[in-house]
């Protein structure tokens, strides 16, 4: 037989063995099941978990092999179980926390059966929910495990340390979810790490550390050197040991401590001599002082982030080897102080790479200034660019176009100014454009057109002029197109939304653009959200190319120069609408009843917001607000509606803002209104309202923040029950017909004594609205907003009160705006209004007050508009810089002398012309002449001194004094 026969039969005789042995060891591993008592337990641990969304179904003893369990994995050779993955609902799924998701985790507690899966290596129980039940010590008699997993499972309590007895633990999570959970696992002593030798991972985030914490000794002795990834995020650890300098970690990549206040701290210059570390997270760490030069040039980071600090600076490399800064892909110093630097001082090696890998800028909120570098157009690998909210001025550089990766660009809130440059057309990689509160001005260039990936395009505050270019339709992707409240004139047509097939939200308030079509029945190729249009020129008729919007949740055509009715289509077609604004059109056509009160609505409105004030509305306000469940804002000011206040309207208990200033409805007040708990502005002035103030007796108080009754027909007197509305900031009740006394009790408002601190604004509809009011000052009207939080007002002008001006109101030490004037209010004013220091509007003129000016008020700094003219005050007027600036107006109408009043004060036996013998010490003048009496005392000190001093001082002066002496009394005695 020939050797190649040989051979060929040897290999033949060796595949058909090797075939034989393969299906007989197939044969056997399907015959293989889970061991019994194995089973057993994993029945016993079921038992004891609550599976909401039944996943443990296949878990039965009817399914006799359990490695086929959901779940479970088994070694092929024993049938032991090696592996449990009963994860629940991914970390990013939590934080919506729907019924669903709820379901989807396990609950209850872990059964100790689980001590009896000897061969177990692999244990996941991670983003469940065992309800603040501890980590199961028995866990460490489970000797084989290599990963153990139990992250965001709501465990809480002492951390066991019979973790440690895991000898083989390579992956060791005990992550916890913190964000406001009631349930905080705590670790009391650190010393059973020094049992885990061969961990490679560890995250331990969230739970609290602060107490066990040693910096040196946990470094040095207890992790092991062969630590790859170290999580200690959240974890209240104590200001890193200024004495450590170094740590046992020669193959950690990954490091994490942030979130954790070491606010004594600079960043440890040890950190950069982990030469293995790729990504390395700093963030809201309160570290202070410049960024160690050594950090920026490690050769090995790719990812660092040292957002959320105190840092000013970073160090400038001793050396001219800056190699290491060029591998950084991702850095983020977001929300630092690098104030006064430009991006080109704090990143000078960056800039200086030959070929940088830096795909993430990002420096949001870091005060940086300066202008942005030419050289950013170097950085070609940059996807992100970040910079919002700075105070970057100047030019956008051309050289951005080179950036041909880039997808995002975030320059809004800066001081940028200029054209946008034409380069910007060939990033064709660009998915958005914040330009938002900028400076920049000119044309918008055509090739925008060219940015084919564009998804959002936010070019709002700007100073932006011309007209819109065509070149915008062409952007398919695009989905949100905000322009408002620019300088853009000129027309728009169908052809600047040709293919704008993916626009979701269109805002373009506040510029001069006019919308022409050449078609009525124009279809726009998109499907609206958001429209937002204030201010365009659209009518006269209701945009008719709207009924095909169906999905339209925002709409805002305010000031569109609409003169129609509104069709009878649109609850139909706007059925999920939930903020409206139409104001300043004509819609005097318009039947509000037909719109307010549609018999066809079944389900309740979706409304939030409805604006139709100044639309020259008239008829009667209708009562059918029933349907109306959900509205927080409604502002019908300014128009014709007649009728009484409707019930329903005053029932609702979502309202936040009621505007209707300015109407001619009539009838009284719904008491209801006035006890709702959930408004917080009232303003029905200018009405011809009639009755008392509405107001129950007892109950609790409102949120009511600005209550304005002014120029109506209200009578009676102001209820004690008033006081009780203790949020009151803006009390505005002038012009009616009410009598009686002041009340004592308004020195109950919380925020006008003092008591509570007041929010810059007034926040409605889940703070989507700033509340505003327009308020009465000077003879015009003011309006609030953005500060409406900080306004303090209070005026009860133009009404027949009577009686003394409390002496409470002086406790209002918040207060700024205060006008009685117009009234019959006797006595005096209160003697402490000084007090109240930052009072800038004081008015109690025409009433019949009396006595002196206290002359507390010339501590008044911030007062600017004082009148107490028309009353029977006398004696002089108080001497401050504040008080000699007013206008002799200001104090006509009474008996005061003295600047700024031509009047002259004369001093008549000691006292001052008008000084009728009450409250004299109080003003300065009253009494004896101190000037004169200083100035005897001084007169009389100083020439006493000229004469003895002499004697007192030199023996030659005495002794010529007394010779003096002597002859003028020989002198005398010859004589």
Known sequence: MSSHTSSFSYLWILTIFTLIQY??????????????????????????????????????????????????????QTGHVTEIRLRGPDEATLIWDTQETSLQRFRGKVNPSLQNLTSLEYLDLSCNDFGGNPIPAYIGSIRNLTYLNLSESR?????????????????????????????????????????????????????????????????????????????????????????????????????????????????????AGLQSLVSLNLAFCDFNGPVPAGLMNMNSLTYLDLSRNQLTDIQAMRNSSTNGICNLREIDLSWNKFDGKSLLDVLTSLFECESSKLESLRFAESGLSGNLPQQLGNLKNLVLINLYDNSISGLIPDSLGNLSS????????????????????????LRSINLRSNYVSGPLPDTLGGLLALEELDLSYNEISGTLPRSIGQ????????????????????????????????RGDSNMLRLELSTDNWEPPFQLGILSLDSWSLGPKFPSWLQNQSGLSILYLGSTGISDNIPSWFWSTFSGLQYLNISDNNLSSVSLKDFICSETDVEPKQVIYMNLGRTNLSGVFPDCWTNWEFLNILNFQNNNLTGEFPRSLANLSSLESLHMNNNKLSGEIAVELMNSKSLKIIDLSENNFIGGIPISTGGEGTALKVLSLRSNKLNGKIPDEL??????????????????????????YSVMTGKVDPDQTVDLAQNEFMGSAWLLMRGRVNGFGSILGLVTFMDLSGNDFHGAIPSEITQLVELRFLNFSHNRLRGRIPEKIGDMKLLEIFDVSRNQLDGTIP??????????????????LTGRIPSSTQFQSFEESSFVGNGLCGAPVSLRCERQYGGRAGDDGEGGGSDESDGPDWGLITSLVAGFVVGFWVLVGPLVGSKLWRTKYYEFLYDIWCNFCGS
Request: with cysteine; hydrophobic share 35%.
């Open 155 to 271: 465990f809480s309590r002492e951390v066991p340390s019979e973790l440690g007895n895991l000898s083989k633990l390579q992956v060791l999570s005990i992550r916890h979810l913190y964000s406001g959970d009631q349930y905080v696992p705590r670790v009391k002593s650190l010393q059973w790490l020094s049992g885990l030798s061969y961990l490679r991972h560890l995250d331990m985030s969230a739970v609290q550390l602060g107490d066990a914490f040693d910096w040196p000794q946990v470094t040095q002795t207890l992790l092991p050197s062969t630590l790859v990834e170290l999580h200690l995020s959240n974890c209240g650890l104590p200001p890193i040991t200024p004495s450590l300098t170094m740590v046992n970690f020669t193959s950690l990549s990954i490091l994490d401590i942030s979130n954790n206040n070491f606010s004594t701290n600079s960043i440890p210059s040890w950190i």
């Open 23 to 76: 299906s007989f060891s197939k044969q056997n591993s399907t015959s293989i099941q889970c061991i019994g008592y194995e089973k057993t337990a994993l029945l016993a641990f079921k038992n004891d978990l609550i599976d909401g969304a039944n996943r443990l179904v296949s878990w039965n003893r009817s399914n006799a092999d359990c490695c086929k369990w959901y779940g479970i994995t088994c070694t092929n």
């Open 855 to 872: 002359s507390s008020m010339s501590k008044l700094s911030f007062l600017n508009l004082l009148n107490v003219s028309y009353n029977n």
């Open 475 to 506: 952007l398919t992707k695009l989905t949100i197109l905000n322009i408002g409240h620019n300088l853009l004139t000129g027309v728009v047509t169908e052809d600047h939304f040709a293919n704008l097939t993916s626009l979701f939200s269109l």
């Open 406 to 429: 880039l997808e995002t660009l975030e320059l809004g809130f800066n001081s940028i100014s200029g054209p946008i440059p034409d380069s910007i057309g060939r990033l064709s990689s």
């Open 723 to 748: 006081c009780r509305l203790d949020s009151i900031q803006i009390l505005d009740l002038a012009d009616n017909n009410l009598s009686g006394r002041i009340p004592n009790c308004f020195n109950n």
